[in-house]
């Protein structure tokens, strides 16, 4: 009997790491680009040319220059709302218009990250683009 629970349990617990390794979401946006930190990290392993250099540090420091300002705009955004929700009654059409400006400003985050992993992206060739994905292939936990 003990035998069996105990084959049962071991089942079990193998059920459950199959499940959950096969649970593990794919990223397809970041299996696919490369951030420029990664690139600037691996630059000579990949034969990074002086201008693919320059164009990456050009992107990178409008991309920051940029996010700054979306962060100090959505930081405003924040304190706006928590203004209006400390409120005894909250004004419902001031809450949303605020929360569209957050959620503009997110968008915009996230559109000009894209945009800097694409642009990134596609300054590198084709060789330079597999021997990065072998990097962080190595890099990734099993």
Do not use: Y
Not at 5 to 32: T, W
Not at 65 to 83: H, I, P, S
Not at 117 to 139: F, G, S, Y
């Amino acid at each position: 009997m003990r035998l069996k629970a105990c084959f049962v349990s071991v089942v079990i617990l193998i059920g459950i790491q199959s499940a959950a390794r096969a649970q593990q979401p794919q990223d397809p946006l970041g299996d696919n680009l490369f951030p420029p930190e990664l690139v600037m990290q691996h630059q000579e392993e990949i034969g990074l040319t002086d201008e693919q250099k320059n164009f990456l540090k050009t992107e990178s420091r409008k991309a920051a220059l940029r996010f700054t300002e979306l962060q100090w705009q959505l930081a405003d955004a924040g304190e706006k709302m928590a203004a209006l929700v400390k409120q005894p009654r909250v004004d419902e059409q001031q809450a949303i218009a605020v929360l569209d400006q957050i959620l503009d400003v997110e968008r915009e985050i996230k559109r000009l990250q894209i945009s800097l992993v694409i642009r990134t992206k596609n300054t590198l060739t084709p060789e330079q683009q597999a021997r990065l994905q072998e990097i962080k292939n190595k890099a990734r936990p099993k």
